[in-house]
């Protein structure tokens, strides 16, 4: 398992959920949701150096079936321009799928409202998160795919593909 803080990543038309993990990579915990729009990659690079991240997990939404639509392509095109913001720091796309569900499902009862909407996009990033440094954990081998710097006006060629 590699050595520092990652934050998991969970970018939404609205609010992006925001975590991070300890240095070992054992724990993911919520930091906070970044309202989406002017100076939302502003704030992303400030969490990045005031935890010292060394990476940055997004969560790509796929569908049940691994195809990738509208929702994927933005993701792929937000994670590009948050690489060129936080370079040298590296960004990851991994699968996301259900993330959403799994954290309405764990607040289902604890929380109403507006509040809960914010506190849902941080749990969907820890859940991304979390997926992240598991599969990291069981396979030896850093999760999904590396976001390549400038490379926002190639659809497709924006990712070196790795093993999940």
Same mark, same amino acid.
């Given at each position: ?25 054992? =724990? /993911?915990?919520?930091?906070?949701? !970044?309202?989406?729009?002017?100076? #939302?990659? &502003? ?6 150096? *005031? ?30 321009? =948050? /690489?060129?913001?936080?370079?040298? !720091?590296?960004?990851?796309?991994? #699968?996301? &799928? ?6 309405? *499902? ?31 954990? /069981? ?26």
């Amino acid at each position: 398992m590699r050595w520092g803080v990652r934050l998991g990543v969970d970018p939404g038309d609205a609010r992006i959920g925001v975590a991070r993990c300890d240095p070992s990579g054992m =724990l /993911a915990t919520p930091v906070e949701t !970044v309202r989406r729009g002017k100076g #939302d990659l &502003r704030r992303l690079r400030q969490l990045v150096a *005031a935890e010292e991240a060394v990476e940055v997990v997004v969560g790509l939404p796929r569908s049940l079936s691994g195809g990738e639509g509208p929702a994927a392509e933005k993701t792929r095109s937000f994670a590009v321009r =948050l /690489a060129e913001r936080i370079a040298p !720091v590296p960004v990851r796309l991994v #699968d996301e &799928r259900l993330t959403t569900v799994t954290a309405e *499902a764990m607040l289902r009862d604890q929380r109403k409202g507006q509040h809960r909407r914010a506190v849902v996009d941080q749990v969907a990033a820890v859940v991304i998160l979390q997926h992240a440094l598991d599969t990291e954990r /069981a396979t030896g081998r850093a999760p999904g795919e590396v976001v390549a710097v400038g490379s926002a006006d190639h659809p497709g060629t924006d990712v070196e593909e790795t093993h999940e």
